[in-house]
């Protein structure tokens, strides 16, 4: 708590000195990297504000949970509340928008308290975690493959959470219910689990 009131103390300090010198603070930038990841499992605020930063467009999300911005600087977004996935260019134009609630092919059930976070590869694919599956689909919201059922083995989730992307395009997934993270070739193929 001390630290938190440090800090707001020094920037409130450094914003009053750059008034004081006719200065204006500047503008954060974003730069984006492939894969890019925002938690916001415990802090969807800051998600929020970030998304509300960069898109323009007149889109109401109601729970922002992953983030991710491809190679070409497009930011993809998991809106859990709406059970869906949006697509924004560099200028915060939308420029698609998938899913629905539900189990089948291109759905999200998003249930679980945490779940909805994105990734995208080095090819562009997009990864999409809901309660109990990965989700994959191309560029352009096509659904390609899903892989993972309730449970506790392997290729199985209680609470899919946050996942990421390695150089070789493989999938790493946290369970957070099965205290586990398993990896996964791009196609969904499960290949080891560690934790516990």
Known sequence: MKNGIMSSWILFLLAGLLVACGGKPS?????????????????????????????TSPVKLIEVRGVAVDQAGNLYVVDKGNSQVLKFDRTGKILLQWGS????????????????FVAVDSQ??????????????DNQGKFLTRWGTEGTGDGQFMLALMLAI???????????????????????????????
């Open 166 to 196: 390695d150089p070789q395009d493989n999938i790493y997934v946290v369970d957070l219910d099965n205290d586990n993270v398993q990896k996964f070739d791009s196609n969904g193929k499960f290949l080891l689990s560690w934790g516990g």
């Open 27 to 55: 503008t954060p930038t974003i730069t984006p990297t492939v894969g890019m990841i925002v938690w916001g499992g415990d802090h969807p605020s800051l998600q929020m504000d970030l998304i509300g930063t960069i898109a």
């Open 101 to 116: 609630q539900g189990t089948g092919d291109g759905q999200f059930d998003m249930s679980g308290n945490g779940t909805g």
């Open 124 to 137: 562009g694919y997009i990864y999409v975690t809901d309660t109990y599956h990965v989700q994959k689909f």
